[in-house]
């Protein structure tokens, strides 16, 4: 049984999966979360319960964030009994939420003068990836931390990185998700143009997955769309914010993201009109109400509203 005493922060519909399997694969676990119901389900499972991050972090040796945006990392970890008031040198810090690389660095440079390793590790994947432990991990940290971490990251994910320094994990995971966000804006337009052309998307779909416009997008997010299946999955809303750290990390670092400020724009729309917690392939509807198009059940179940043909 592994000898790690692990601490979880942040149970929602990622951490949730993530710390069922970490229990799984035979860790000690205590779990702290904001929300009861999440902390009730994971010790249920046979997690212990913490009463806030301080008691996570005290009553471990290893403690794992995944917690929504970077002001709730801040204060889970700086803030009033939060981790780092538990912490011990010796410790490591294991933040896979996504959030700024300035945030990341921050906390790892702050963790580093109380003789704590820090390992920013992101995550691409979704509910069915937590739930599968297939999760593509992106990291960031020193070589010999990712290393020693490593076991725990393989309970999880599959496709493990190391990036590079402090933060690079979070760049790459805005890099991951500009790039999502802009291949599902492509087959929601792809979608759309075959409705108004009066060709069949579920056919346009099938023809385009043997050749090279071929994506996991298409696949997956494209069945999505196909069947009308919005539940999340990975929510508007957190694209939306995820889009954000990418722009101001391109800010931070000079980096134009035209395409990116697009997509935002996009999301924002979405949830003026109440589609926030549907998941992100729903981005098809803003297509969709542009192109004066209402969908009747599945796409192939019938469109009205200026379909040609």
Do not use: W
Request: net charge negative.
């Amino acid at each position: 049984m592994p000898g790690e005493r692990i601490g979880f922060i942040g149970l929602g519909i990622m951490g949730r999966p993530m710390a069922k399997n970490l229990l799984k694969a035979g860790y000690s676990l205590v779990v702290y979360d904001i929300v009861p119901a999440g902390v009730e389900d994971v010790v249920a499972a046979g997690a212990q319960a913490a009463e806030s991050s301080k008691e996570v972090a005290s009553r471990s040796d290893v403690v794992i964030t995944m917690l929504p945006d970077s002001p709730d990392v801040e204060a889970a970890m700086l803030g009033p009994n939060g981790v780092f008031e538990g912490l011990r040198p010796g410790m490591t810090v294991i933040d896979m939420s996504s959030i700024s690389p300035m945030t990341a660095r921050k906390v790892a440079s702050l963790a580093a003068e109380r003789g704590v390793d820090v390992l920013d590790a992101p995550v691409s994947g979704g509910e069915v990836g937590a739930v599968n432990a297939t999760l593509s991990i992106m990291c960031g940290g020193k070589p010999e931390v990712f290393e020693r971490c490593l076991p725990i990251l393989q309970v999880m994910g599959k496709n493990i990185t190391l990036v590079g320094d402090f933060g690079a994990g979070q760049v790459c995971k805005a890099c991951n998700q500009l790039i999502v966000a802009m291949n599902l804006e492509a087959v929601a337009e792809a979608f759309v143009l075959a409705q108004k052309a009066g060709v069949d998307p579920a056919k346009v779909r099938q023809a385009l997955m043997g050749g090279f416009a071929s994506s996991r997008i298409l696949e997956v997010h494209g069945q999505r769309m196909l069947d009308r299946t919005f539940n999340p999955g990975f929510r508007i809303r957190l694209q939306e914010k995820d889009l954000n750290v990418a722009l101001s990390s391109g800010r931070a670092y000079g980096a134009p993201l035209p395409g990116t400020a697009l997509m935002m724009e996009i999301m924002k729309s979405l949830l003026a009109t109440g589609h926030g917690n549907e998941d992100h392939s729903a981005i098809v509807k803003f297509v969709e109400g542009m192109a004066a198009i209402e969908v009747k059940g599945g796409v192939t179940g019938g469109v009205t509203g200026g379909q040609a043909g």
